[in-house]
């Protein structure tokens, strides 16, 4: 079993529809990132949390550390979103490089 | 500031040639992490450099594979020989520590060995 799950792992969507991206861990983690990769380029940051909840523009992300699992919410989706969407943690006490990523959910965001 | 820039953005190469990728981190970051990026093992860590030092390369999978930080603004990781199983997208990334948990990618370089 993958220390870091995502769910769905592919997902459509239609132009406006609120998105939920979901992301558990069975590790004791010190952070929780969330990057976005869009086709063919880089690796974006798009949130970094430890606890509670962060906002920027319309997407949201949310972490329960007791249930050791984090969502990523795209409010008013819009086809430049498309993208995948990965979900890594910094494994607490483990080595300082590393990053356990998860396998990335694809989003496709219909016009 | 530029970011983390890396090159090339594409390589193709035959099996058997040495191919060498590039990294320039951002300016006074203190870490620097090589991922490798495949389809059916999504991204990976390979090797991490703090000031300049190899600190854990448990993540190279061969001899084959090496990876030097010769100063705090350039790093290379190369591959001799390369192998068909070695086509993937490898990204550099870039953190300091004074922000532990901010890492900044690069774009990448996605190589194909044929």
């Known amino acids: 079993k993958n220390e870091v799950e995502q769910s769905p792992q592919n997902l459509t969507a239609q132009e406006g529809e609120f998105i939920t991206i979901n992301c558990s861990y069975s590790?004791?983690?010190?952070?929780l990132h969330w990057l976005q990769q869009h086709p063919g380029g880089g690796i974006v940051s798009l949130f970094m949390l430890s606890s509670g909840k962060k906002k920027h523009g319309r997407l949201i992300a949310t972490i329960n550390i007791q249930e050791k699992h984090s969502s990523l919410h795209i409010t008013a989706s819009h086809p430049r979103d498309s993208a995948v969407y990965i979900c890594a943690v910094k494994n607490y006490g483990g080595s300082q490089g590393n990053l356990i990523f998860g396998k990335g959910t694809k989003l496709s965001v219909k016009p | 500031d530029a970011g983390v820039i890396q090159s090339p953005r594409h390589e193709v190469t035959e099996m058997g040639q040495e191919v060498t990728l590039r990294c320039k981190p951002i300016?006074?970051?203190?870490?620097l992490f090589w991922y490798r990026q495949t389809m059916m093992r999504g991204l990976e860590l390979l090797i991490y450099?703090?000031?300049?030092?190899?600190?854990?390369d448990s993540g190279m999978p061969e001899d084959r594979f090496s990876a030097k930080m010769p100063n705090a603004s350039f790093s290379t990781l190369k591959i001799q020989p390369s192998e068909p199983r070695d086509s993937a997208v490898y990204f550099c990334?870039?953190?300091?520590?004074?922000?532990?948990?901010?890492?900044?990618f690069g774009s990448g370089t996605r190589l194909t060995v044929v």
């Open positions: 590790v004791g983690i010190s952070a």
């Open positions: 300016s006074g970051h203190d870490y």
């Open positions: 450099f703090n000031n300049n030092v190899p600190i854990d």
């Open positions: 990334a870039s953190r300091t520590r004074d922000f532990p948990y901010g890492y900044t």
